[in-house]
């Protein structure tokens, strides 16, 4: 049944300044026209749905996050933890993230198998929760660093790893090249410059893109000029680092969440803390300049199912436009994720993922937090979650 979605103001997610008065058609699950209420009309049998006290925009995209990990969690949960309690956990977060707005996630990578089932589960209708696309298993060398990965050495043992990985259902390969800034080696190297290059080519031979955890130093330009597609975190960016992304087109997600939320130097030691004012300082510095220089970019939570928002107001405080924020969140985190020609924008012949709240967020991208309408691919799902 079509359906006909009267907008009070719109943001298509194109750039441009909204649009007054524009109605929505959905057929299916996707959009088939976007114009003028006063002329776009409800075909025989839609339903019609009265958002005109509302702003209307794409839904948002959250370019990393893990399935199972929420911060702020008890700490004295020990990690990894039984399976059936971790994908319990994943449930949850999905719900919770669909109902904050959030249509699709990128989950670089998890310790288990389980982001297949639970893509699977919310495709078929089973569990709510956004659109996935996942890297399965996170890979790393043994001596190197990540919670979500497993160690792997040597080109032929990577070689393996990412079949099995596409075997299973892969949208992406997630390399972990840096160890954790938090831990005083987010600038380390910990691959080869061998290693790097069979993972691209691998992936790339199964028509994958490579995402890399890493916070800085040498494994970017090592990264970078192999080809991977995005780099995620990135906290000890350089100038010269953005020199670099310009040159190869790359993308940096960053993540504000982990650096930046009151609650993340809560229970730190001195030695941590100082870790995480120095990525402060730096992040600070530094992505601004990244920001305006044209280089392409994105955001995630890494894991902080609930406070997406946050990221937008970070870009905020970072120098960007609300609308820009908003972009960086819907247009250009689709174009991160591969997923441009169908999501990221409210247009003719893309999926229908249209989120709407009471407030106009170009004043405050806070007032995001009030999200009231969620649809995924032409299915409401806000009602169901209440």
């Not at 025989?44 to 990393?64: K, Q, Y």
């Not at 893109?209 to 975190?233: D, N, Q, S, Y």
């Not at 970072?318 to 689709?334: D, F, K, N, V």
Request: charge should be neutral; glycine fraction near 10%; hydrophobic fraction near 40%.
């Amino acid at each position: 049944m079509p359906i006909l979605i009267q907008c009070g103001r719109l943001i298509d997610g194109k750039g441009g300044v909204p649009l007054e008065n524009t109605s929505i058609l959905v057929e299916g699950q996707r959009v088939s026209a976007v114009g003028r209420t006063s002329e776009l009309k409800a075909p025989p049998g839609a339903s019609v749905i009265d958002l005109t006290r509302s702003t209307v925009l794409p839904g948002l995209i959250d370019a990393h996050t893990h399935l199972k990990q929420q911060f702020g969690e008890d700490p004295n949960e020990k990690y990894p933890q039984p399976e059936l309690y971790e994908m319990l956990k994943s449930v949850r977060n999905m719900r919770w993230d669909i109902r904050c707005g959030i249509t699709t996630i990128r989950n670089p990578g998890e310790r288990s198998w389980r982001a297949v089932p639970i893509r699977h589960g919310i495709e078929r209708g089973i569990i709510p929760g956004p659109r996935i696309l996942t890297g399965i298993r996170g890979i790393r060398p043994t001596h190197g660093w990540g919670q979500n990965a497993f160690g792997f050495d040597g080109v032929e043992s990577l070689r393996k790893v990412i079949r099995e990985n596409v075997e299973a259902g892969a949208d992406l390969v997630k390399i972990y090249v840096s160890g954790s800034h938090f831990a005083g080696n987010g600038t380390r190297c910990y691959m080869t410059p061998e290693e790097i290059r069979l993972c691209t080519e691998e992936a790339d031979r199964a028509g994958l893109p490579v995402v890399v955890h890493c916070h800085g130093g040498a494994g970017v330009r090592l990264c970078v000029e192999a080809g991977v597609k995005t780099m995620e975190h990135m906290s000890m960016m350089t100038e010269e680092d953005i020199e670099l992304f310009l040159k190869h087109g790359t993308t940096l997600v960053a993540t504000f969440n982990p650096y930046f939320h009151e609650s993340t130097l809560k229970g730190r030691s001195p030695e941590i803390a100082a870790k995480v004012i120095e990525a402060q300082e730096n992040m600070r510095r530094i992505f601004p300049k990244a920001f305006k220089s044209g280089i392409k970019f994105t955001v995630g939570t890494d894991s902080r199912h609930g406070n997406f928002v946050f990221e937008l107001e970070m870009l905020v405080q970072m120098g960007l436009s609300p609308l820009q924020a908003i972009s960086a969140c819907t247009r250009q985190a689709a174009e991160a994720l591969g997923i441009l020609e169908n999501a990221g924008t409210l247009e003719p012949g893309k999926w229908a993922d249209i989120i709407a709240l009471p407030d106009d967020p170009l004043k405050d991208t806070s007032r995001l937090r009030g999200v009231s309408f969620v649809m995924k691919a032409g299915v409401r799902l806000d009602l169901s979650l209440l």
